[in-house]
């Protein structure tokens, strides 16, 4: 049991250490960090079977007692996002890998990546919030770094905005952790549960609020989503489709963990949740069918797309919270694919000007196919991800009588798909320019990732109605927080 | 002395969201190593009262003073002094690009700026035949 929590953590970081000792020779780390995140893929689904089997894993590092201790916690929620960010880490990584450009050249991109994959996996496992402060900050770090690698002016302007405004988002987690130890003398989650119905309920509220604004600024949540458009699209490809499908989700995260486990009943911030989550879907859609270029229009349908994962959460009802998870798991499957193809579209056509581009649905069929799917789903139409994850949001919403926010998040589809097909009859239709430069040919090991993550789209829509009762499972022990505290405290 | 203390913390914090709005690149850095720092110091003041080193056995338990925010700052100190000195790199690499220490301007400022240039520029020509 050890060793299957600890292995998404350490194998990644060891193999990291590796990378950096076989840095001349790029064939090798290649190899390295493939086998790394086919060995993690294969601890989580592990990980998520025996789970889902027996119910939430515990563990304490370095033998400390719990609340005293380093818990590691893996419940059916934390293991479902390990599985799919496992699996979008290695797709991604076959794809740097084909690419060539970037993680070819730079010596660190390969160690990097594994401190990145390692930063997101402590970030699902973890138990207490300092050790969550400390893996969002060894995620991000990482995340720095592969936002600005290449120097390029352009990267190294978007990169200043990005940094610093994360920087600011961990002063104030570290602010939020001082009050809340201040307040109640503990900083593990579980012992936090329990500890927080004992203060004053203004002062309750003001620490999960505090803890909220932290993790809206990382998941991109009205008004905190600001800095998201303005520096995912100047990253190289690879590095902007890992962040569009992970890094925000990991703030997403965070913030359904902290307000199921925190809170109970009527001290949850249900109003704001929901009024935020109305705001950040209309604003994401605007200023998407506001831009022209494939990768700022496809980074602020992540905005929107976060305003439904905080809609199912905002309800706060098994239905919604299983239908938020849901959507979680095949938001991060089809934005990952969409990123990927944006990139196959640049490297083939050589920009990403909706205004440059014509005819590639002639010219580059396969790619036609793989854009269309996930864009499709994204939109929600039948039968991809999108319709079944929306179907169950909508769903959740009307069962707790939400109409405005349900009627919103359908308006907020349409918009979606009329900014897909502006994408698409700007780059796919028409006729092919005479005068373009001949294409260049993509590499296997390019389209292939994004093939395969556009079938694994496909098999989320198919295997919908079990990924359904997984994440139910998983919604029951998210508002029951025993489960979580009991599985702890036992340790 | 907690209060004193507080009060430091409240003009870190003043001064670094302060010198993070400037323009200049040294400027922001600063500012945000002083946010990290205000933030520093109210996990130590975490801690409570002032009370004696937390060596087991020394004194009497119950005097000694809580040990985990002292571990907690010291993670944080060694965070923010590895990402501090990132952020000083871009900024170098930015200055040896730009040949200035100036926050550039946002991508869609410019291009609106030059949109309405170019539109200018359309209304001068029509204008004079």
Aim: glycine share 8%; hydrophobic share 55%; aromatic share 8%.
């Amino acid at each position: 049991m050890n060793a299957l929590l600890a292995a998404p953590v350490g194998l990644p970081l060891a193999a990291a250490g590796l990378c950096v000792a076989v840095g001349r020779f790029r064939r090798a780390q290649e190899v390295v960090s493939t086998t790394t995140l086919i060995a993690v893929t294969a601890a989580t689904v592990a990980l998520l079977l025996r789970v889902d089997a027996h119910g939430a894993l515990a563990t304490q590092a370095g033998g400390w007692p719990a609340p005293l201790g380093i818990t590691l916690v893996a419940d059916r929620f934390s293991a479902v996002m390990l599985v799919i960010g496992a699996l979008m880490l290695l797709a991604v990584l076959v794809y740097a890998i084909g690419q060539g450009d970037v993680a070819r050249r730079h010596v660190g991109f390969h160690p990097v990546y594994l401190i990145l994959a390692a930063g997101v996996s402590a970030a699902f496992l973890t138990g207490d919030l300092f050790n969550l402060f400390v893996s969002f900050e060894v995620m991000l770090t990482a995340s720095y770094v592969l936002l600005t690698l290449g120097g390029r002016l352009d990267q190294v302007r978007t990169g200043m905005t990005y940094v610093v405004i994360s920087l600011l988002a961990s002063g104030l987690f570290l602010t939020a952790i001082a009050f809340v130890y201040a307040s109640t003398g503990t900083v593990n989650l579980a012992d936090l549960a329990d500890r927080l119905a004992a203060l004053p309920p203004g002062l309750r509220q003001a620490l999960v609020l505090l803890l909220l604004v932290v993790f809206g600024i990382k998941a991109a949540v009205f008004p905190l989503f600001f800095w998201l458009p303005d520096s995912y699209p100047t990253a190289p490809t690879a590095v902007t489709a890992v962040f569009a499908g992970l890094l925000t989700k990991v703030g997403v995260y965070a913030v359904i963990r902290t307000q199921t486990l925190l809170l109970e009943g009527d001290d949850r911030p249900q109003e704001l949740l929901l009024w935020a989550a109305g705001l950040t879907m209309v604003v994401g859609v605007i200023g998407a069918i506001a831009n022209n270029d494939i990768k700022r229009i496809l980074s602020f349908h992540i905005v929107s797309q976060i305003g439904y994962m905080v809609m199912g959460l905002a309800l706060f009802t098994v239905a919604g919270i299983a239908a938020a998870i849901l959507y979680i798991a095949h938001h991060i499957v089809v934005k990952t694919t969409l990123f990927l193809a944006g990139g196959l579209v640049e490297h083939r056509a050589g920009t990403g000007q909706l205004d440059r581009l014509s005819g590639l649905v002639r010219t580059a069929p396969l790619l036609g196919v793989l854009f269309l799917v996930p864009a499709l789903s994204l939109a929600g139409i039948p039968p991809f991800s999108g319709f079944v994850a929306k179907l169950a949001l909508v769903d959740a919403g009307f069962a707790a009588d939400r109409w405005l926010l349900v009627g919103t998040s359908l308006v907020v589809s349409l918009l979606t798909l009329f900014s897909m097909t502006k994408i698409w009859t700007g780059a796919f239709w028409g006729e092919p320019d005479p005068e373009a430069t001949a294409l260049r040919r993509a590499p296997g090991l390019m389209v292939g990732p994004t093939a395969a993550l556009t079938v694994l789209s496909l098999v989320v829509a198919v295997a919908a109605g079990p990924l359904l009762g997984l994440t139910t499972r998983a919604a029951e022990d998210l508002l029951d927080r025993r489960n979580y505290t009991e599985v702890v405290t036992d340790q | 002395m907690t209060v004193v203390l507080a009060a430091a913390a409240a003009v870190l914090f003043g001064a670094g969201t302060w010198l993070l709005l400037q323009r200049q690149l040294t400027r922001i850095v600063i500012g945000l190593s002083l946010l990290a720092h205000g933030a520093n110091l109210l996990v130590l003041l975490s801690a409570g009262r002032p009370a004696q080193p937390t060596f087991v056995g020394q004194s009497a338990s119950s005097s000694l003073l809580d040990p985990l925010p002292q571990a907690f700052v010291l993670t944080a100190i060694v965070i923010s002094f590895g990402v501090t000195t990132f952020l000083l790199a871009l900024a170098y690499r930015s200055f040896t690009l730009t040949r200035n220490d100036l926050v550039q301007d946002d991508v869609e400022d410019r291009l609106v700026a030059r949109l309405e240039r170019r539109a200018e520029e359309l209304r001068d020509l029509e204008g004079s035949p």
